[in-house]
Nanobody, 126 residues
Framework: EVQLQASGGGLVQVGGSLRLSCAAS????????IGWFRQAPGKEREGVSF????????YYADSVKGRFTISSDNAKNTVALQMNNLKPEDTAVYYC???????????????????WGKGTQVTVSS
């Protein structure tokens, strides 16, 4: 059974930091790109950041560039999302997923989503 479990969420003040972790089991980690998505109340789920299998390429939504950093540890089957300088608009449930992602011009495109993990709540208070 494939499982992706996000953890590390919590309540933080504006300007603070959190580090999310996505732990994967039941799949060959090297076969998938891994992405972070988020969904705020009343809004659609949106892509936040992605890392290619092997960690050679990373992608970020414009809203988080310069503040969030994604990294992977293939030996441990984990992907981390370091979130700095958090803003109230970052408040959402964050999900990790096994995906296929590729570069498109100066951005990226998600070609497919294979597995979703359970989310972790991030709340940024002002």
């Amino acid at each position: 059974e494939v499982q992706l479990q996000a953890s590390g969420g919590g309540l933080v003040q504006v300007g603070g930091s959190l580090r999310l972790s996505c732990a994967a089991s039941g799949l060959i980690f090297d076969n998938y790109d891994i992405g972070w998505f988020r969904q705020a109340p009343g809004k659609e789920r949106e892509g936040v950041s992605f890392i290619s299998r092997g960690g050679g390429s990373t992608y970020y939504a414009d809203s988080v560039k310069g503040r969030f950093t994604i990294s992977s540890d293939n030996a441990k089957n984990t992907v981390a999302l370091q979130m700095n300088n958090l803003k109230p608009e970052d408040t959402a449930v964050y999900y990790c997923a096994a995906v296929s992602v590729s570069r498109q011009w100066d951005s990226y495109i998600v070609n497919g989503i294979y597995y979703w993990g359970k989310g972790t709540q991030v709340t940024v208070s002002s």
